[in-house]
């Protein structure tokens, strides 16, 4: 195979065969294909775009670049959960626990954020004592045992993607429906899970900025996981506005420990209450509207906050900092930033705040930055609140003094006032099965 006679076939969209795509990815992921025809490909892909099949195809190879993680011992009952991305989406912390609470088997690796989206690998790490990575036998006896681990990816799984993405990167070529849906559905492949659930978000926090641009990635991943024998459902999520108050990695770990408890915001707790039902009904094979009258009862119970002390403890989490999350640490500074004039806050830009977290150093601009966990932001009015000038809006945290400027300055533009109080808007705008 020549890789100039692949690049010239996507671009006159002519069909590739499965070995021609498979040998394109493990030929680039051995190095034997340099990075400049690896980008050509690439482009002739974000341009002409792939058929289902190829996408399949495409799928396929990632997931067979490397490792696969076996999990065929817990049958149907495995489950997985994948975010698009946000700004104070702190979900997995809490519905994990609430699946695993009912039987489902949760074995799942997480990311770290970049640039103005969290990752749930950093705000596990903000939990004193909490260990992201266990040998492959330490999580399976895990999952066995509780039902649950979360660690970081394994280098071992998936590398064709860590290449590709790369070169994605910095080439232009990241907003391609079959680029991101084998990308995604490549990793969830070699993790081995039969149900996944993802979570697809739109607006100014996300990569989508419309629910219409969302539907299009969210049926290509359930059209390709299928095709590959999982069980896939996607919801349309918003991310016009940061989810619950908390916007930072302990700061959030606390207000998922608060929803656990019963005392959390209501926009998290209810989109929770949906995407662990999604991931029960999967996984279990019952209804959706059955699910959440389980997903509801283990979370009103303490069922679910029960797990999650068992999950985090297990792999090394400080239990009696999950009773007192005072103990979880918090900033040295802090400022409160006010409203400027009086009006109903119309919408918040998800975007901007999460740029102002990012800037009181919650996030990382790049990879090799380091994540301050207490840093970050919480919130005192969001969309549709009232407002008077003088009221506090939010209030910064922070370690460094010197980072608060920007920060403040970012937050206040990322504020829309009306005279009107706006419609609310659903949390989930519709599910793709």
């Not at 490909?41 to 067979?64: K, N, Q, W």
């Not at 279990?284 to 068992?310: C, M, P, R």
Request: charged content about 25%; hydrophobic content about 40%.
């Amino acid at each position: 195979m020549k890789m100039y006679d692949i690049i010239t076939k996507v671009k006159r969209g002519e069909p590739l065969t499965r070995e021609e795509i498979r040998e394109t990815v493990f030929s680039y992921t051995r190095g034997d294909i340099p990075d400049y025809q690896a980008s050509a490909f690439l482009m002739a892909v974000c341009l002409r775009g792939l058929s289902d099949p190829e996408t399949a195809y495409l799928t396929e190879a990632i997931a067979d670049s490397g490792d696969r993680l076996d999990l065929s011992m817990f049958g149907n009952l495995t489950v997985d959960k994948h975010s698009s991305g946000g700004v104070g989406d702190k979900t997995t912390l809490i519905v994990a626990p609430i699946a695993a609470s009912l039987g489902c088997k949760v074995a799942k690796m997480s990311g770290r954020g970049l640039g103005h989206t969290g990752g749930t690998v950093d705000k596990l790490e903000s939990i004193p004592g909490y260990c992201t990575s266990l040998s492959a036998n330490e999580f399976i006896s895990q999952v066995d045992r509780l039902g649950i681990a979360v660690v970081g990816q394994s280098e071992g799984l998936a590398p064709a993607d860590k290449k590709l993405y790369a070169l994605r990167d910095v080439t232009a070529t990241v907003d391609s429906v079959p680029l991101i849906t084998s990308s995604i559905m490549g990793k969830k492949l070699a993790s081995g899970t039969k149900n996944i659930v993802l979570d697809v978000k739109f607006g100014s926090g996300a990569f989508m900025k419309t629910p219409e641009d969302a539907e299009i990635p969210a049926k290509s991943m359930v059209t390709i996981g299928k095709a590959c024998g999982r069980r896939v459902s996607a919801l349309i999520t918003d991310m016009d506005t940061p989810l619950g108050l908390a916007v930072g990695n302990s700061l959030e770990v606390k207000e998922a420990i608060d929803v656990l408890r019963g005392v959390g915001p209501e926009d998290l707790r209810e989109i929770c209450i949906l995407t662990a039902a999604e991931m029960v009904s999967l996984a279990k094979n019952i209804s959706s509207d059955d699910a959440i009258v389980l997903v509801t009862e283990a979370l009103d119970s303490g069922k679910a906050y029960t797990k999650f002390t068992e999950w985090i403890t297990a792999q090394g989490g400080d239990g009696e900092a999950l009773k007192n999350t005072e103990l979880l640490g918090k900033a040295k500074i802090y400022r409160e930033v006010y409203a400027n004039e009086d009006g109903y806050i119309h919408s918040t830009d998800a975007e901007l705040i999460g740029l102002s977290s990012l800037a009181l150093g919650a996030g990382r601009a790049k990879k090799s930055d380091i994540i301050d966990p207490h840093a970050g932001i919480m919130l005192n009015k969001k969309r549709g609140d009232r407002v008077y000038a003088g009221d506090r809006l939010a209030t910064l945290f922070a370690n460094d003094e010197s980072k608060l400027d920007e920060a403040e300055n970012l937050l206040l533009r990322a504020y829309r006032f009306s005279e009107c109080k706006p419609e609310k808007q659903p949390l989930v705008r519709d599910v793709i099965r």
